[in-house]
Structure formats: structure tokens, C-alpha cells
């Protein structure tokens, strides 16, 4: 049986400002710790099921040093091991407990350059008897700090390298599903939304010429229930002096966004709510073209710059 | 290959007064007509994708003659048809073309005599030049008129048989996954939310001694995108004379409710919206006790008269 | 020059168990502390300008001690006094700082014996640098902890004198506007809407012929800014163990509901928002009749229990 | 007793193109059609409770030919002719019934050249009975088409002409208070918000040197009650093809804003909510240099474009 990857699990984010990184993550974005193991810090949204969703530690270079992939069965860690390897790829096991809370795992480098991870052993940790909630399908209690989102969404890669290899690559060797896709005039994609879930993307990768590297993220995102949660991150970002961007609504995905850039590694944070979900199993990809692309990034508000260098990324 | 259900697809509501149904979903409720073909309308939300979500046809007796499941592939209709009618089920074919759009299909009545449908092949149908969005991911323009919900979600189906015996139906022939449930300290089950997608729950059902049938219908569920817009839908709910409870918050699924009643035939609609997915492929059914099912039922807000004879329901 | 109101000031608050008035207002809430003299916590909400909208204080009996309204000039304080003892009513000086940041005021019963206190001079006490918010026209920052209102919003008080008498009073007395009642078959009232502010009240008054006493307070109320808030500060009432009513719209004022129970003082706390002001000088107060009444208090949602003994009040 | 104005009243709007600027007003946006006389449109919001608030004509060149300003008595009328013309300012009468529904009422030309109206007299038209609120103190049912504002909000004018010789006139003459400004560092005023209500502004007033004349409108203003109405108001409106900048939020007044450009007559509508109301009757007003001016116009979100060529306006 092909192996399959169930869901986006976690971001290994490396800080050079570790003490403002927790201070962004946790006090302004509002995210639980539920704990501090050989000085990585093991995060989590409100909603999350798993020990973490965000780890981060302190490094000399900022970074994701891993963007990890939870399967579907346990045996599918081995599959893809072996799949992979097959394919060429080099695999570097992790041993288990070397990240709180997680199983046997192995990294790897996506064509890209990026570092992936695969796992499916993860502890799905009870909230302390200070943060849990009443509700039993429900971890902490939602609001106790920031902007308190839901739970993680997805990851937005760049890269250097044109984005249909990096998309076949996630087609093929990992089973995702293109969703949508902005397509130039010689049939090469400027970017590509993708998905084993529901979601529209679980993961995108987009081109650019500029890029500094082949391995970059744009951004990492968590989820919000409601669009009105938006205006309120809004204000607290803004209250607490964090640069952002937006909000404002996509056109790909029809789902809003804020872009805040965390102070203390750069990475870019995505806030993000509303938008449709894909449970048609036929789904034909849709296709922007570069007239459109336009309206697919910012359907209406506050848009991102579009030059690469006002656009700070960190590699992973 | 196992056949696998894709997704929830259409009801087939027959109403007394048929008017009068239409008004309510097309004026108050907001779903659009995508044709009407002997009789028979075919209504969609802005952002559902297939030819239909929702036909109304006027009868003597109003009821759901079907409630009907799309397969993950084509060859899944053939496949179901032979599994069921090797458990002891019977099936009856629906000829392409039966219900507009729709390819070929069968139904047949579940172990509580509930009418289910199965089918592949649907046509995505556009909107017409008139009512079509800009968003080439998305069917119609939004807030046309009424309440506008995005999307077809779930349907609850209460019974005076076991619940229990309706879930592992569920589960073993359809290949629902349990999500949450009540259980009675006798070990039976009083309420089962499944799914095949990450919603909590594509189908519920549950036990009611006093139902007046094995194969009532509670309600047929609609999404909304944010919860204020449930707060605009109440006040449009109320200056058209229709009969509702709610909002309010289930523990169950954590999202938010309105139940009004189609004036026209009777069949309760819940307006859905927030709540959480379920991305975990080894999710533990939250358990929910008699004690607690207060809560799980409402959470807050303005909640359901728990009398059966308040709540009349139509069968299916 | 008659004296005039301007509007509602402030709370006197007097709790049995302060401990959990102070939890229950300041972290469940969100009311900011401007200081703490003499025993008595001084608080606002983060868009209130004056040094505070609320105090408490330990008591053997929780009550308010005073209601408090602030002149639209200085010297409409000793006007108000002189015109209230020409009319019979008995007056009490407050020494200037003996409620902190406020200067010259006096105390005195309305005919129900209700308590309340005259003032003009009040200290518009800026945020400490922690709490200080980036914008010049707003005082603490929002969203700091819990519920978080904006702003101080109304007083409802009940008795088991007729209505129209207290209504009377405010009208000639006070200079009330009467915006919104409801009026008994034999020209009674049972309930009256007032207010100085385009508000549609600042100042509601009830008739309950069961009430424990002349002057009974119903409930205190804060202002949010959305309808979408209410239903966060829902969820965080419930995580909180807190037991309110609603969401629900009234009829009268068009506003948005919840009715929280200070689990300290036992006070009733209306959270509320939406809602119409009333701009036109020639403005006809809205009649409801005992048909209408229901309506009137509850349009949609959850309402409160009409029975008195399911509804405490404290004195004023 | 000096005469007094209790609100802003209605806009007067000439349009070069009638068709559409009725299918953006009406349509789009939603406002109720009270009634047309003598090719006068009269418009208004469902919570509008006057005759109309603004009326559209065709007209050669598209402007405001009249704000109206409504006084808190009648006899506040002759008045203000009196103390108006006392004061050197010629004055113009318009008979009773020339604008359908309203008394007697005169026009005068402010120093700036734009055209006000003062009037008492209006009235206060019940809706059809087909577009009729069930509630007693609502015109109109809400939610009936488009956009779907509550109620008429505040007008922004734009002159060549010092801002702070606009600002004393209507301070001193017509009563308003001040309450934000921007102050140049030679105590010029760049812009200066003012009320009589305590809405932050019923109107502002705007320097800009390279203005098309000293009589330029900035905008006109409708209210939204909630902020997540703004995000559906995005949506509507770019469905339907308007140009429009935002949402975004201010920070002078706190609100949260849309600018649309009602493609008939280019006039620019402002869809506002949120933000504060000053009850204060000592308010001292808030103060922004220059520096701080970026801020006080965009606290965050999508900001309109600085440079006036790119920012039409029509006269007034």
C-alpha cells in the first residue's frame, strides 16, 4: 500500500533572538508551551492535538530546520523511507524522543533543498489543569493570550528552482494534490497550492528569480475561526509594534490573511481564516494566469510588497 | 480496493407545499436555482460546486426521498452496489439523468430504513453569466440575498432504533469514521458524529425511543463562513416570520447553530458555521456521558426544546 | 441655566467577597485597575477617560453604594443640589478625593431610594507606560486580558414602585429623555428607556411588584464594540465557570446581549453592543404594549428567566 | 437661546450619470428608495428614521448642490438665518416641499464656498410595507440588498482654504465641537474633526494646497454596525466592479473604514464602524502632528492613495 501523508505537524524554527521569538509566539501571538526540553521551546495553538506544532531554539543562522509531515499509518514512515531512498533521496533517521513528544522520524532534502521531516508517533499531550479546556474534544481554552489562533494551517515555500519540478516532486513522491496554480505563458507555474487534506493547501511553493536561495519559506500560517478574529490580531499587533501586512483576502483559496514578521528569527507569520475547502475528489486544479495573478494574491486589502528585497525570507 | 465515500453530495426534499419551500431557500436561505426540470428544482449555495445540493419537488407527504453520498471514484458505485447487496442489502438503480446532472446512482434503505444514495459522476455546472463571481474558485457571487451560506455540510438523522447498530452500519459498510458519541452507562450509544472528511461530521445520528419512526430526519445542515454572519442570518430569519432556536454553541463539534424550520415542509435546517477539523488518522472518539451531554448538545446559547413532541421531524 | 446630566459615570460597588469580584472584574473581564486607596480597587475599561467607571469594595451586604452621573459643567453640581432640596429630596456632600481622582459631589436617594451621586470633577487619569495604548484618543490598550469592553454603558434598575414615578422623576428632576417603555392596559408602566446621550439608555427603570424591595439593581452594563466579541467573551465566560444568559437581541435598544453573574457580589453584568442611537430632538418614545413585551426584551436568542426568584438582584 | 444643530441631515447629490449612480446606491449598497419627485431620487439607510438622507438628481456636473444640517428646535431655523446673516452671510430660502418631505429650510455658502442647509422640519416616513421592520423602532428590515448600512454618518470636506478658518466657522458659528486635529508646526490645521453629537466627527474638514478649489467634498458616510459587515462589503463590492480602498482603520476616531467610488457620479462613500464616542462635555481635543499624521489617518490596513491626482473629488 502507497504511504500517505495525513497532515502538516509541526515547524522546527531556529531563532537568533530566541527570548523575542517566545515573546512573539507566546505573548503576542498567544500560542501554548507545553514544555522546555534542552532549550527548545515546544509550542502549540489553542486547538492543536499534538505535543507541538511549533518548536523553536536558539540558533546562530534564523531558520526552519525542519518542516515536519505526520502519515497516515505508522508502517507509512518506513514506506516513505524506503520510497524516497528508492527515488534517490538521502534520509537521516531521528531518533525518537530527539524532538519532545515524537516517534521514530527521518529528514530529508526536498529537490529544493528543503528540509522535510516524516513522522507519525506523536504524544497527543493533555493541557495542564491551568489552560485545559471545559470542552473534551478541545486541548486549552481559547483567549487566554494575543491573538489565540485555532491551530496550525499551512507552509509557504520560494524557491530559486521552478516550482512545477518542486511540484511534481510533492505529486508524485508524496502524494499531494495540486489545487491551484498560477500558470506563465510557457507552461511554467509561478506557484502551486497543495494538498492532502481538504484544505486548499496544507503546502504552496512559488518561483522567483530573486530568491536568495532554492530553500526559502515565504511564511508559516495558523488558523483563525473567524474573520472578525483578524481586526482584533490587527489591533494587538499593532499595539505591540510587530510589523505586518494586510488583512486583506485572496483570491486563491478565497481565504484572509494579516502577514506579521516575527522580530525575533524573521520568519513570516500568516494569520489566516475563511476560505473554501476541496472535498470533491475530482477537483480540476485552477489555473491563474498572469493577468489574473493579481486578483489570486490579493483579492482586495493590504497586499505584500511585491519586491523580493522589502520581503525578507529565512531558509529551511 | 475497498469503494470509499468521498462526500456528502444532495438531499431530495419533497415538500407539501412547495411554494412555500422555495421561498424559504432560494428568498430567506439564499441558495441559487440551477434549473428546475420536470418539477423538480435544483438549488446550490454560491460555493458549492456540483449541480446541486439541495431538489425540491412538491409531494404528498414531505420527507428526504434521499440523502445522497458521493464515491471517491467512479467505480465506486459498482463496488458499493456489490458490497451492500452482499451484506443482505437490497439496491435499486437511479437511471443517469433521473436527477439532473446526476451520471449513474443506486439507493437503497439503511438498516433503519433511511433512503441513502450512492453516485460517482455529476455535473459541475456553472453559474449563469448573472449570478457568477469574478473568483474563478468559486460558483456564484456571495450575499446575493438572505442568509448566503457558503456550502451543503451534514445531516442528522434521529431513529428509534439503536444508535449504535446505525454507526457500525455506518462504519462498516460506508466506512465512517466515529468522531464523537454519547453513551448511555448501559454501554449503548443515545448520539454518533461521523465522517469520511475531516468535518466532525458529515452524517449524525440518534436515538430518540419516542421518535415516530425508525428513519426521521432531524435536520440538513448548511455552512457559514464566520459566526457573526449566523448573528445577520437570525435577523433575517425573524423579519421573515421563520421559526428558529438558537444561536448557540455545541460542545459537540464546538460549532455554532441556528435551527430554523422550512415553513414549507417542515424539515428543520441548521445554519453551521465554526467548530474544528479532524486532520488526526488515529483520532480517539471523544466520549461523551449522560452527564455531560447537556453540555455537548449546547455549550451556551439559546438551545433546542428537548421534548420530542416540540420537535416534529420528516422522514427519509 | 438648568443643570444638566451628561452622562453615567460610575459604579460603587460593595461585595461580599471581593477577592472574587476583583478576579471576576479584572481577569475574567478585563477592567483595568487605575489604583487601589483605602481598600477600594478603582477600575475602568480600556476605552473609559475618566479615572475610573467602577469601584469596589468590601461589604457585609453586596450592593451599589452609589450610581453616579456627571454634570455638563461645574457648576451644575451645586444647581442640582439646590434644585433637588427645593423639591424635598434630602442631600449628602462627598468631600472631594474621598472617592479617589474625584472632586465636589453629593449623594442622594431618588423617591425608589435608589442611591445616586452627582459629580463633575473627575481626574482623566492616563495608563501606566504597561498598559498604555499607541493611540492618543484611546487609554489602555484593548484586548489585554479577558472580555475586554470598550467602555462603561448603562445602569438598569428595578423596583416595586410604579414606574412611571421613577421615570417621572429622571425626566423632570434629572432631564431624561424617555426613548423606548412599555406600557399596562391602565396607562402603567412597566418599563422605561432614558437617556441624556444618544444612547437609548443610559438609565433604564423596571416595575416588579415581587421585587425584594423600592431599589433593586437589575444589572450594570459595559460596551463591546462587535456582535462577534460577545460571542468570544461567551467562550471565556464558560471556560471561567461564570453563569450567564444569552447571546440574544432585544427588541428595545436593538442591542446584543449576555447577562453575567458577578460570582463575588452577585451583580448582574449585561455585556452589550449594536444597537441604534438616537439623534432626532423630536424623538416619539417607542411604545410596547404586554403583547409586544416579549419581543421587546428578547427578539432572538437566549432570554433571561422572567421569574424573580431565578433572577437575584442586589440594592442601590 | 442660541440656535442649536442636533445633526447632520442628508446629503443633496447631482449625478452626470443618474442610471448608475441609482444601481450603486440602490443596489450595491442597499439604501431604501423613500420616493421620487420630480426626477428626485430620495434615498435612505433601513435605520434612517427621517424622509430621506440622501437624494440624487441628474445633473450636468456631479456635486453635493446641499448638505443639510438639521437643529435641535424649530424655531432654531430663523435663528440661525438670523445670526447667519448678522454675521455678514447671505442666506437663500427654500420653500417648504421643494425637497419632497421637508419644511422650511434655508441654504448659505460657508466661508470655503460649500453649500449647507439648515432645516427642522421632516418627515419621518414610515417604510412600505413590503421593506417594513417588524420592530417597532427599525424603518426598514435590514439585510434587504448589498452593502446594508445602518444609518447616514458624517461628511468630509476637502479645501484649498486654510482648514483652521473653516473649523472656527463652524466652531463658533454653528456650534461644533473639536474634536481630533492635525496641526502643522506653524499651528496651521491640516484637518480638524468636529461634532455635535458625541460621534467622534459629523464632519471634517480637510487643507489641501493643491485642491481643485476651496469646495471640494472628500467623502460622505454611511454606518455599519459590525466590522465583519466591512469584510462582506468587500466582497459585495468587488463583485460587482466598484473601485474601492480598504478596510483599514483609522486612527483619529478609531473606526474601521471602506472608500468607494460610486461610479455614476465619482462621489466617494465612506463605509465606517466602530470606533468611539466622546460623552466627555470638558473633551480636550486630540492633537496629531505631523508626524504622527500617517498614523492618525491608516492605524492599520489599506490606505488610500496621498496624492491628489490620483484622489477625485466633486464639488459641494
Known sequence: MKPEISKLGHFGLVSTDLVKSLWFFKEVIGLEETEVVNGVHYLRAWGDFEHHTLSIRAGEESCLDHIAWR???????????ESLKANGTEIEWVEPGTEAGQGKAFRFKTPSQHTFEIYFEMEKTLASAETRSVLKNQTHRSWNRGVSPRRIDH?????????????????????????????????????????????????????DPNAPSTHEVHHIAYWLDNAQDLLRAADILKENGIYFKGPGKHGISQAMYIYAIDPGSGVRLEIFTNGYLIFEPDWEPIRWTLDEMDIGFTYWGDQMDSKTENNPTIKA
Chains 1, 2, 3, 4 share one sequence.
Do not use: C
Open 71 to 81: 502519515t497516515k499509518r505508522k508502517e507509512d514512515v518506513d514506506a516513505f523511507a
Open 155 to 207: 507552509v509557504n515555500l520560494l524557491s530559486s528552482l521552478p516550482t512545477k519540478e518542486f511540484a511534481d516532486f510533492l505529486q508524485e513522491q508524496m502524494g499531494f494534490n495540486l489545487r491551484e496554480y498560477i500558470e506563465a505563458p510557457d507552461g511554467s507555474y509561478l506557484g502551486a497550492w497543495m494538498s492532502v487534506t481538504p484544505l486548499v493547501h496544507d503546502i504552496a511553493v512559488s518561483f
